[in-house]
């Protein structure tokens, strides 16, 4: 059966796990959710699916996975690609997931969240402005060194932490100070990076994976 991943173009969250889906090979259904609808409201396939309510949920070999680092992980663990080599690499890899959780998909998605849906108070923006700003002050100071996160090759760190970086194409990016047309000055190795994971095989900017879906679910 062909994997499904119900998902939505806004969601970083569901963008990390369709790029580790196309790195990795692997064909999949998309089944776009509307996210903008109460949860209660979703359809009824999602719901029974859904344990949190929230996308992405990947069915893949009658399972049904749900939070975007925990699907990652059990990808990379069935291919045996975008993973470290040795245990002290695959966990390396696993601090990125757990730094990236509490880091970049809080702050930039905040950043933007807040900006283009909600209504967030100028101060709570600025909080999380100033985050982002340190989340790519790190994230240049790693790729510095490394090519990749993780080390030499590319991994499931790379996808995870990039994922709502390539958002900061949109206009709302200009605001919070870190729109992406401004990294070859202040993050070049960022910028390079993620060149790079663009022209792996298969790789896709969200913009890109996402077009013409329709949002049925």
Known sequence: MTPILYCHPDSGFSYKVALALRLLGIDFEQRHVDIRSPRDQRSQEFRELAAHGEVPVLRIDDLVLCQSNVILDYLATRAGALDGQTIEQRLHVREWLSWEANRVSLNVAHSRYGRQFGHYDPAVLAWYDRRSLADLDRLQAQLSRTPWLAGEAPTI?????????????????????????????????????????????????????????????
């Open 157 to 217: 760190a790379d996808v995870a932490c990039s994922g709502y970086l390539f958002f900061t194409v949109e206009p709302w990016a200009e605001a919070a100070g870190f729109a992406m047309r401004d990294w070859p000055e202040r993050w070049p190795a960022v910028q390079a990076w993620l060149d790079r994971l663009m022209a792996l095989p298969g790789a896709q900017t969200p913009q890109a994976l996402f077009a013409g879906q329709a949002i049925r679910y």
